[in-house]
Nanobody, 123 residues
Framework: QVQLVETGGGLVQAGGSLKLSCAAS????????MGWFRQAPGKEREFVAV????????YYADSVKGRFTISRDNAKNTVYLQMNSLKPEDTAVYYC????????????????WGQGTQVTVSS
């Protein structure tokens, strides 16, 4: 069992930055790939970024590539999402999730989910 808690969301102006954190419970954190997803009102939950269990591989959605960076600290059981050059279309609830797959990009591959944190980007 893995419990995930996201923090770091908030209100920011377009062009600004935010860093999300996701703290995981349990001693098996380092065995899971960790992903970030987001869901805007009235839209499907969409993939944002993923990092493999060791932290050596990452993959991003085209919409955030070059602006967002995913990282993890296995000693702290935490995964991060640094978001730069934010746009109003980045406004959504952001979720972190854990998966036993190598570098999963679909939500169906993730077993554990956090409760989400709201990110609002004003124009």
């Amino acid at each position: 069992q893995v419990q995930l808690v996201e923090t770091g969301g908030g209100l920011v102006q377009a062009g600004g930055s935010l860093k999300l954190s996701c703290a995981a419970s349990g001693r098996t954190f380092r065995s899971y790939a960790m992903g970030w997803f987001r869901q805007a009102p009235g839209k499907e939950r969409e993939f944002v970024a993923v990092i493999n269990s060791s932290g050596g591989r990452t993959y991003y959605a085209d919409s955030v590539k070059g602006r967002f960076t995913i990282s993890r600290d296995n000693a702290k059981n935490t995964v991060y999402l640094q978001m730069n050059s934010l746009k109003p279309e980045d406004t959504a609830v952001y979720y972190c999730a854990a998966s036993g797959s190598y570098l999963p990009v679909t939500r169906y591959e993730y077993r554990y989910w956090g409760q989400g944190t709201q990110v609002t980007v004003s124009s």
